[in-house]
């Protein structure tokens, strides 16, 4: 009789300790996922370059006190398949709300990014948010080789 109190001591001090882990590793935030899904439609439905900037401005601001992990992996996906947008401050706002969500299966695409990324004319280019992105997700990206700018292609 004393076994099987101990035992069911035991089998709800267990339960006590899943019940209050549980919460921590399911943190898949579905009001942020969700909200980051539609603005990621609007940036690929917007019919102007200004509006698609001012779209993408939304992703770095609805990311800005995101935890890591807090949005799906079909939506971090997409995120990286509009780092393809030929406009480069698309490219810079989808960076910066990468680098919030440390979102480390960026990391090749924006590694891939950053050289052309060097290469841009401007003050303003999506060259620096993808290094702060990198370094966010414990990346030191390479220094700028800005010979590689000057080489015949």
């Not at 779209?55 to 800005?64: D, M, N, R, V």
């Not at 990468?98 to 050289?115: Q, T, V």
């Not at 401007?122 to 800005?146: D, F, K, W």
């Amino acid at each position: 009789m004393a076994r099987l109190g101990r035992r069911i001591q035991v089998l709800v001090f267990i339960l006590l300790l899943l019940s209050i882990t549980t919460p921590a590793h399911s943190r898949t935030d579905a009001q942020l996922d969700s909200r980051l899904r539609a603005t990621i439609a609007s940036v690929r439905s917007a019919k102007s370059a200004s509006a698609r900037q001012d779209t993408a401005e939304q992703l770095l601001i609805l990311t800005s006190k995101s935890r890591p992990g807090s949005v799906t992996d079909s939506t971090v996906a997409d995120l990286i398949a509009l780092l393809d947008e030929p406009d480069d401050s698309v490219r810079a706002f989808v960076a910066g709300a990468l680098g919030n969500l440390h979102a480390k299966a960026a990391i090749p695409k924006l590694l891939a990014l950053l050289p052309t990324a060097d290469c841009l004319e401007g003050t303003l280019t999506s060259a620096r948010p993808i290094r702060s992105a990198l370094e966010r997700m414990g990346v030191n990206p390479p220094a700028p080789s800005y010979n590689e700018c000057y080489r015949p292609k």
